[in-house]
């Protein structure tokens, strides 16, 4: 979590945090990343003896404390002391009611969140606690419903936590302090002194310091090992170390005043966060310390996406290797904001699946993270958290020791359908290196932190300068928000705005940057394609850029296996065609038909489409702007919701059709999951997560007009949300394909599949698909 800034780099922090000094802008090094802390736990006079209903009575104090990794102090673990023993608290029936009891017993203002499923790791000893019930208000959690001290049927898979608003309560005296300890360590930072790694963003290369006591103090190297450096390349978002010039530091240390305050440092490789390895403190004055070696160096290989000259400009891109071909990754992470960071997906037979949440920990999530070119899991994450997957789940149980090269080398079990659904699909956050690059963006002007008009950092110009200007709104659209809010840090874009003469709160008034345009997957606004020389249709501030940002976003999946059962041909009478004519639902050429005599040829088939997402798919105009068509009787809130399109096998369009939002609509959801959006009486249109809207092969339009087709074997695609008007996570999952032959008189549908969901290797087959020769589809 980014937190400060120093002159070059903001100052990196992870884990626990403790009473530490107020941040002053440091020198041109900092990459600090907080390491270890204490317990935060806090004693509360309350009784003893269990009551009925599950309240008690008596007079020792309890005690409560946060723990686990990684966390901030506001945040963890939420243990209690009863019976002179440790424990945690189950997370059934867990609420925010629960959490709002607890923080207050700690000393914080209020509860803004809880965590299950041992987010912070499983704790030890015993299971406290279980099926709490508070009501919100209560002095203490022994105040709630529960089954009783001791009584539960959890695991510690299952240990609940809290995270508080970071606001003490006023006059709070009870341990309203993290408890410290001399012996701590606070953060560190790779502090880079050879000319050569004094280049631009990330720092891979330095001498390793730890803040002690309000300074920087170096770790002495002797017994230094790689697996130290492992962990530590890990934590700043690096995959590997690699070896260093060691000769050339120890000139440069023998001539600079050291303040070495830590030795004995011994990783074993697998570590997610150095405070799990063990070290020592130089005790007393430290002036004579580490006279057989040296300050600790560390140097780190970058990954793909962060290597000079690489492919930062998206986050699914590779570098091509002209002389070595690549092979594909069979493993990937989808449905994330920012880089890094999605649900677990893996390649097993050509076809893409989910990896379920059992025992997913920290370990198997930083063999993935490494994998894929990041350092350590900062948070190994479960329940869909990153959204649901569609298709097989191919692993569970994962259980990983940290140093496997892949996924695929660590231990797992065979699935079974009773063993996981896709509402437990693992996922992953993972350390990855400061690039920078929110200090080159912001917002103005906005009614909160996420929306405002774009403004973009340039320079240094001729004289030397930097220079704050705007985006010209001209062509700017959801993909390209998408990249501003990645870069902002501010998660998924909600709008683009092409005008924003309501946020007209800012002296910036030059317009810098024009004709953007972001495939979706760059990392920064600078990574898209835009005019050399600015050149903008509409100058005024009003129309330059604006984006409204949100932490989630929908997520639209067709539902393939339907579509293949439902396909068939229909010839259908001019006479009952006028309302689908009215709509533009049937191919040019029908313009020239004998009506109403005469019929057309229809390729019919249904569509579900879900909602994986984790927000609501809503309609992009208001109900203000929907467009009543009489002769169906219903509301458009979108003109165009799906495409329809016939291919030959090398891509050209024979046939097209496409569907307006007749009604978004939740027909059926998932258990537990309530409908929200119905089109009677002018209802809201939408549709829920965990819900999917229901097109049937029997409604107007819900088809393609292949009456001037040829007999021959096509592709059938289906593009949902075609012109991305309505912004969602991933829009590489949008499109559906099938294979289909048609011989003048049937058609045969079949290998119909989500767009992303198979292999390079098993797509190139799919388009170089001969055709059936009979109608035995095996």
């Not at 090094?29 to 009925?52: D, F, I, N, R």
């Not at 450096?229 to 690699?242: D, H, Q």
């Not at 198997?364 to 990153?386: D, H, Q, Y």
């Not at 999951?673 to 009677?680: D, F, P, S, T």
Request: hydrophobic share 35%; proline share 4%.
């Amino acid at each position: 979590m980014l937190t400060a800034a120093t002159q070059d780099l903001p100052w990196l922090a992870f884990g626990w945090v403790t009473t530490r000094p107020a941040m002053k802008p440091g020198g041109p090094w900092g990459l600090p990343v907080l390491l270890c802390g204490a317990w935060l736990w806090v004693s509360a006079a309350q009784p003893s003896t269990q009551a009925p209903g599950g309240q008690t009575q008596g007079a020792p104090k309890l005690q409560l404390r946060l723990a686990g990794y990684p966390r901030k102090h506001n945040e963890g673990r939420i243990e209690v002391f009863y019976s002179q023993e440790w424990g945690t608290i189950c997370d059934d029936d867990f609420t925010l009611a629960n959490a709002q009891v607890l923080c207050r017993q700690l000393g914080f203002v209020a509860a803004t969140g809880w965590t299950h499923s041992a987010k912070y790791g499983k704790g030890v000893g015993r299971i406290w606690l279980d099926n709490v019930n508070c009501g919100g208000g209560e002095k203490s959690i022994e105040d709630c419903r529960s089954r009783g001290w001791g009584n539960s049927d959890c695991s510690h898979e299952e240990d609940a936590g809290v995270v508080c608003q970071d606001e003490r309560l006023p006059g709070f005296v009870d341990s309203n302090v993290i408890e410290t300890e001399q012996n701590q360590l606070e953060e560190f930072r790779l502090r880079p002194v050879v000319s050569h790694a004094k280049r631009p963003l990330p720092v891979t290369e330095g001498i390793v310091e730890v803040r002690h006591r309000g300074s920087w103090a170096q770790i002495c190297d002797e017994g230094w090992s790689s697996r130290n450096s492992r962990v530590v390349c890990g934590m700043l978002g690096f995959p590997a170390e690699k070896k260093v010039n060691r000769n050339f530091y120890k000139l440069w240390g023998a001539r600079q005043q050291l303040n070495v305050r830590l030795h004995s440092v011994a990783c074993a490789g697998p570590e997610v966060h150095l405070s799990l390895c063990s070290w020592e403190f130089y005790k007393g004055n430290a002036s004579g310390a580490c006279r057989g070696g040296m300050p600790a160096v560390v140097s780190c290989l970058p990954g793909p996406l962060f290597a000079p000259g690489g492919s930062g400009g998206g986050l699914q891109k590779r570098k091509r290797q002209p002389q070595q071909a690549q092979q594909q990754q069979r493993v990937r992470l989808k449905g994330g904001a920012k880089p890094g960071e999605g649900r677990v997906e893996v390649l097993k037979d050509g076809v893409w699946g989910t990896v379920c949440d059992d025992r997913w920990g920290l370990a198997s999530a930083s063999v993935v993270c490494r994998e894929l070119g990041f350092g350590s899991a900062k948070e190994a994450l479960t329940g869909a958290r990153m959204g649901q997957g569609m298709g097989q789940i191919h692993l569970n149980e994962v259980q990983c020791l940290g140093s496997e090269k892949s996924l695929w080398n660590c231990p797992s079990r065979n699935i079974t359908q009773e063993d996981c659904k896709h509402s437990e699909d693992a996922a992953v956050r993972c350390n990855v290196p400061y690039m920078g690059y929110e200090t080159k963006i912001r917002l103005s002007g906005g009614r909160s932190p996420f929306e405002g008009r774009i403004e973009v950092l340039l320079g240094p110009g001729r004289n030397g300068s930097q220079r704050w200007g705007l985006v010209c709104g001209d062509g700017w659209g959801t993909l390209e928000a998408m990249v501003a809010c990645r870069q902002l840090g501010l998660g998924f874009a909600n709008h683009g705005l092409q005008e924003t003469w309501y946020w007209d709160a800012s002296n910036v008034t030059e317009m810098v940057l024009s004709g953007v345009k972001c495939t979706g997957h760059e990392m920064t606004l600078s990574h898209c394609a835009h005019h050399s020389t600015v050149s903008c249709r509409k100058t005024g501030t009003r129309f330059a850029a604006g984006v409204i940002c949100s932490e989630t976003a929908s997520d639209l999946l067709l539902h393939a296996p339907l579509v293949q059962e439902t396909a068939y041909i229909e010839d259908r009478p001019l006479h009952m065609l006028y309302c689908a004519a009215e709509e533009n639902c049937l191919s040019s050429s029908a313009q020239n038909a004998n009506w109403p005599y005469g019929h057309r040829r229809l390729l019919r088939f249904s569509s579900q489409i879900h909602n994986n997402g984790r927000a609501d798919f809503r309609p992009k105009a208001g109900r203000h702007s929907w467009v009543w068509h009489e002769c169906h009787g219903h509301y458009h809130s979108m003109d165009i919701f799906t495409h329809y399109d016939l291919l030959t096998p090398n891509g050209t369009k024979v046939a097209e059709g496409h569907k307006a939002s007749f009604c978004l609509e939740d027909t059926e959801c998932e258990e537990e999951v309530g409908k929200r959006y119905e089109c009677a009486n002018f209802g809201e249109q939408g549709i829920t997560v965990g819900c999917w809207d229901l097109y049937r092969h029997d409604i107007d339009c819900q088809w393609i007009d292949i009456t001037d087709v040829k007999a021959g074997n096509y592709i059938l695609q289906v593009v949902i949300n075609p012109r991305q008007e309505v912004a969602e996570s991933d829009f590489t999952n949008n499109a559906m394909k099938c294979n289909c032959k048609y011989d003048g008189h049937r058609i045969w549908v079949h290998s119909c599949h989500i767009g992303d969901a198979l292999s390079e290797e098993a797509n190139r087959r799919f388009e170089q698909y001969p055709g059936q020769l009979n109608n035995q589809i095996v």
